[in-house]
């Protein structure tokens, strides 16, 4: 790992790199920030610039994830630098030094650096996401349910010698910075006025 200690750096600011602020900007000539829940993720740019606009994001976003822990592991076998690099982007997306630390809630760069670390956590993250938010309509529960059984998935692994421990490492410290972005979205759940998904601009709802 020594000799790629650099690549933690270089994911941070890769992560750092805000897709939604960068995509309503040119289609908009607006900041995001500015809008529902003030963030710069998938959910707030869906709300305020559309479907397609979204969906680029989310690519984008997760993108930036799988391409930092791709590179990781091609230059080391080492998994510690696989999880910290995954790690580096996920503080890197939710507080951003390109964006004046004013990013998203790190669920789709989640996606994208746990899947680059093992490919079956997508199907898990999205396996709890997509019914969560069909049901419930709120991305917020769904968020943070998906990263809890990210983690849980992950600890399975590692308890079972199929996933080593940094991978758990770093699926317990991504899910709690998960959590804690995603922490007034929690408190407005327990007090039953988050926003759900398809409302309109007023309030605030979760978002990526």
């Known amino acids: 790992m020594t000799d790629y200690w650099w690549l933690v750096p270089l994911a941070y600011g890769a992560g750092s790199v805000q897709w939604g602020l960068l995509a309503v900007r040119a289609l908009r000539g607006i900041d995001v920030r500015q809008y529902g829940s003030g963030k710069t993720g998938v959910t707030n740019v869906l709300r305020t610039a559309g479907r397609l606009p979204a969906a680029f994001v989310l690519l984008a976003d997760a993108g930036k994830g799988v391409a930092m822990v791709l590179v990781a592991r091609a230059l080391s076998a080492d998994p510690w630098l696989h999880s910290l690099v995954?790690?580096?982007?996920?503080?890197?997306?939710?507080?951003?030094?390109?964006?004046?630390?004013?990013?998203?809630?790190?669920?789709?760069?989640?996606?994208?650096?746990?899947?680059?670390?093992?490919?079956?956590?997508?199907?898990?993250?999205?396996?709890?996401?997509?019914?969560?938010?069909?049901?419930?309509?709120?991305?917020?529960?769904?968020?943070?349910?998906?990263?809890?059984?990210?983690?849980?998935?992950?600890?399975?692994?590692?308890?079972?010698?199929?996933?080593?421990?940094?991978?758990?490492?770093?699926?317990?410290?991504?899910?709690a910075l998960i959590f804690w972005a995603h922490r007034d979205n929690l408190q407005r759940l327990l007090n039953g006025t988050e926003r759900k998904l398809g409302q309109g601009q007023d309030g605030e709802g979760g978002e990526q």
């Open 86 to 175: 995954a790690l580096a982007v996920l503080v890197g997306h939710v507080w951003p030094v390109f964006a004046r630390f004013r990013g998203g809630r790190g669920i789709a760069p989640g996606v994208g650096t746990a899947a680059s670390l093992n490919p079956w956590m997508a199907l898990v993250g999205l396996g709890v996401f997509l019914p969560v938010v069909a049901l419930t309509r709120y991305v917020s529960l769904g968020s943070v349910l998906s990263a809890a059984a990210v983690a849980a998935a992950f600890g399975g692994l590692a308890a079972a010698g199929a996933a080593p421990a940094p991978h758990l490492w770093y699926a317990l410290a991504g899910s």
